[in-house]
């Protein structure tokens, strides 16, 4: 079974450019989160959808960051503009349903360095 | 407010001793907690969870862990590690009950485990 798919895996470009990192959940998910991963704050959240409606938005750092959901099967998490300091690796999971016991299932991440 | 410890940044054991990477947790009513595990470069990876029922949790790759409602813990274990078992490990908690309660899972800062050969 196809996993979390994100792209790209790696991301390099100048301060102040826009970035979008793109996510397709396991199909048949409809949760779906996305975090940063850093070495100074560890794993944090983001912001997450149920059934392709942004629930929680409370670990977005920025306005500078937007997250959209427009199908069951995308969504994207777009920087802009970029900074140094957003240099991270950004994960995207999905769960089936929202209900507390259910895993989430992790992408491979991808990889952002603002230079 | 749910939070979750792992006290030991790196665990070092050797291939075939017994290996125990330890996890407290703290919520307002009663847990569901898990275990991740995350190889260089790689998302993380679900390994096992307790949601009721027996202590003992069996998952993946012969890990287990154990579930102490008294310490408020849930350590993750395996009989005979291997040198393929290192890697970074997370424990998460989110609380079980609804009412208010937020549906955010809360990660541990993760502890390093290496093997040695």
């Known amino acids: 079974d196809a996993g979390v798919i994100q792209s790209p895996r790696h991301e390099v470009t100048e301060m102040g450019q826009e970035v979008t990192l793109r996510c397709k959940p396991i199909?048949?998910?409809?949760?779906l989160f996305w975090y940063r991963q850093t070495m100074m704050r560890g794993l944090e959240l983001l912001i997450y959808?149920?059934?392709?409606?942004?629930?929680?938005d409370s670990g977005m750092p920025e306005d500078r960051f937007s997250a959209k959901m427009p199908n069951a099967s995308f969504s994207t998490l777009k920087i802009q503009p970029s900074e140094p300091r957003d240099s991270a690796v950004y994960f995207c999971?999905?769960?089936?349903?929202?209900?507390?016991?259910?895993?989430?299932?992790f992408g491979d991440g991808t990889r952002l360095s603002i230079l | 407010a749910q939070s979750v410890a792992q006290p030991e940044d790196q665990v070092n054991v050797a291939e075939g001793n017994p290996l125990t990477v330890k996890c407290t947790y703290s919520?307002?009513?009663?847990?569901?907690l898990f275990w991740y595990v995350q190889y260089p470069n790689r998302g993380l990876q679900f390994l096992l969870k307790?949601?009721?029922?027996?202590?003992l949790v069996k998952g993946s790759y012969g890990f287990e862990a154990e579930f102490n409602k008294s310490q408020t813990s849930f350590h993750l274990k395996k009989p005979s590690a291997l040198v393929s078992d290192s890697a970074l490990y997370f424990c998460?908690?989110?609380?079980?009950?609804?009412?208010?309660?937020?549906?955010?899972?809360?990660f541990g800062t993760g502890t390093l485990l290496a093997v040695q050969p």
């Open positions: 999971a999905s769960s089936f349903r929202a209900e507390r016991n259910q895993p989430q299932h």
């Open positions: 199909s048949g998910h409809n949760s």
């Open positions: 959808f149920n059934n392709n409606v942004p629930i929680d």
């Open positions: 919520v307002s009513g009663n847990p569901y």
């Open positions: 307790y949601i009721t029922g027996d202590n």
């Open positions: 998460a908690v989110r609380e079980a009950d609804y009412g208010g309660a937020t549906n955010k899972l809360i």
